[in-house]
């Protein structure tokens, strides 16, 4: 190892006594709606900036696409069937360490403010290290589309597509308000000289059906739901302008953060450390598992390996399966294809194997 590539190490920063500052831009956007996924529709320079000056991740997703319990996965690192945190009023039991406790134990100056007040946070602790939670709120005002210039996605029935297009009119246009709110955010960074040693990440609580597959709202399984969006910024740490498959899961975020801060994981994280994985170094997981609608009739179970995609209800029966790389818009249900079986065999025993790792971590 030459001395430049040591100096881009985080553990030679760490070392140097500079610890980096975390950003954190969580936002309701789904992972389709970005500029690396191709969007046609999407008005974004400053999310398409971040981007170019990152590392984009394709295939992350939401381990619960509903706000409150996807919320709390992030910060905890650990599954809404093992905090609790599964419906929308639910709150974290007293004994979840969370990553804003985690970090600010270790002399992080930690916030979470909105957008138009995070200059005076950042000039206040310009001397780092911070761990500031951005939250991009929907506008109360915002300037529609125009839904006839839109591109639907292939699944929206035609049926359904006049509403469809008027309600992703309303929300591109909130996404262009959401986009100059990020960069209002990155642009205070640069100001103070803070861009240097601030990882900055945007992601998302959960995606967004839109009318795709004929349905609003989420929490469901198919991919405008449960994939979210992700670009991590780490400068000299991370290369710009890179695009990675790496399947992420939201409960990854924190133990990868805490590495990446030179802070310990607590005991009891579910979700993986990608710091080495994601600049090449170590194991790559193999899957990514999600959950929703726990204690509903309508409860489901995902597992997404390689290519193929599984889902089960709550009694581990097999409702859905797909191929991605052959089939993304999951037009075509081989759930019960005689030909599929052998793949449906593999990945439920995949599941359930991910499903006994999680079920020796408890509550706190």
Known sequence: M?????????????????KPSVLLLASGWRA???????????VAPNLEKLGRQGVVFERAYSCYPRSNPARAALVTGRFPHTTGVIGEHDRLPAGEVTLDAALKSEGYAVGRLPADTVADFLGSHKNGPFFLTVPLESPTTSHPLDPAQLHPRENIPSSDEL?????????????????SSAGQVMASLDALGLAG???????????????????DGDDVAFEESVRIPLAI?????????????????????MP???AW??????????????????SGRGERPESVYAEGKIGDKDEWRMLVLGSDKLVVNSQTEITHLYNLAADPYEMTNLAHEPS?????????AALRASERRLAHFKRR
Not at 32 to 42: C, H, M, N, S, V
Not at 198 to 215: A, N, R
Not at 238 to 252: F, H, N
Request: charged share 25%.
């Open 233 to 253: 910024r780490h400068p000299d740490v991370l290369p710009g302008g890179t695009k990675s498959e790496l399947l992420v899961s939201q409960v990854d975020l």
């Open 163 to 179: 509403d469809a297009r008027k309600e992703l009119a309303l929300r591109y246009g909130d996404y262009i308000a959401l986009d």
């Open 32 to 42: 389709q709606a970005t500029p690396w996924a191709g969007d046609p529709d999407l």
């Open 256 to 258: 990868t953060l805490l």
């Open 261 to 278: 801060c030179g802070v310990p994981a607590p005991d009891g994280i579910q979700g993986h450390d990608l710091s080495g994985p994601i």
């Open 197 to 215: 040693n601030t990882i900055v990440v945007f992601t998302s609580d959960h995606g967004e059906q839109m009318g795709s597959q004929g349905l």
């Open 340 to 348: 599929e079986r052998l793949k449906r065999d593999v990945l439920l």
């Open 2 to 18: 030459d001395r430049r590539t040591f100096l881009l190490t985080p553990l030679a920063l760490l070392a140097a006594d500079r």
